[in-house]
């Protein structure tokens, strides 16, 4: 149904926390509008345990499927941060002391205050490249196409800057939405007819109920412009003739 | 390293609206504290785009892997709503009309209101059961270990009450949370120690910021209360001696 970009990714949301029902994820959502914008296409996600043969497994597979591969959460000081070293197996390299990421937390913390704990947070891949974190100073690590990103959002959303020269976009995929004061059932066949004629955009269609009112918005995705706006035409068309409002979401 | 409980699932999530990053996924922190109550471990979560085959091959993997899995969205009358008739494919199953969801729906619309878009939604998996839906009609199903549910969050939720006597749950997981106004730094070496110690608790640590002030909240997770009291002790002794102070959170 789709054409789809030519460069793919997968996210690996890795932590219990999520899996828990404890913490909401929203990493997903910032990777995901991120990619979009670099002309990358997110195909996949997944959220496994802190374990590390479900990491290392999800890992090389995804890494073999997808173009890049961005892992978040489990990159920190404690027990459950085991992300790293799973990575190292996944790669079937050695876990050793990253010596530029040892250098630059060791220059960010107050003499005395780079004690053990902290130190683990330099320890990765043989070979990783470093991903400079402006936060918090401990920073993230790629290995040929898997960056290993932080799970706090704030953290991670900063660190995506550093990254944009070293992720290969395609075009990027451009969208257009129309709300609707309707409900999906009432333009389904309508809608799907323009589909069939525009195989090269994406239609959805998402129910809303916003300030008391039902509505749907119908969301146009594709690569190409003029398919869009051609797409937007053949919409409005039938809206007219059903007398449809068209509403700002 | 996590002692597990009896009783798994996974999530399906299928939409191409949340790998685009227009909608935030929440139906996953529903049905991970959900399935907790009912004593069920949530052990992996994908999201996948409305692609037919994709969908196929991914039911096809979790439905054998897990006890139970639970998919989200596709399941209204537009063309992008594929999950039905992809769940029937994975099933080699017919995908027919269910007489009682026809009649469900015939009655709950006004005489001349279900028409050929609402109709699309009685179209089910052969031997289907229907999920009742107290919010807006239109029914889920089950078939075998599989549970399809609507993308709504709104929706979803108010149809886990009629599910909970078709899903067999294990030990409920309990857990406690103690939150310290510390770095996960300064704790990491301790609490490692109590994790080794107490292979039956899940210890998991996660960093927060709360109004301007850092902490930590150490979460202890087991199906047994007196491993996690235990756990607790352990913990408080080594706060004590570092003096750090626990908060609420």
Partial sequence: MTKNTKV????LIIG????????????????ANWLNSIGVKLVEVRVVPDDEKIIIDSLNLLRKKY??????GGIGPTHDDITAQSVAKAFDKKYEIHKEAFKILESYYKPGEFNEGRQKMVWMPKDAQ?????????????IENVFCLPGVPSILKSMLGGLKNR???????????????TVESEIANSLKKVQDKNKDVEIGSYPFFHAGKLGVSIVLRSENQ???????????????????EVVDR
Wanted: aromatic residues 6%.
């Fill in 8 to 11: 793919n990714a997968a996210i």
């Fill in 16 to 31: 219990n926390e999520i899996l828990s029902g404890r913490t909401q994820d929203t990493n997903t959502g910032t990777l």
């Fill in 67 to 72: 173009d890049y591969v961005f892992t978040t």
């Fill in 130 to 142: 470093l991903i400079l974190n402006p936060t918090s100073g401990a920073p993230g690590f790629s």
């Fill in 167 to 181: 992720i290969i976009g395609g075009q990027p995929v451009l969208s257009n939405t129309i709300s609707l004061r």
């Fill in 226 to 244: 003029s398919s869009i706006d051609d797409c937007n035409s053949q919409i409005l068309e039938f809206v007219n003739e059903k007398k449809i």
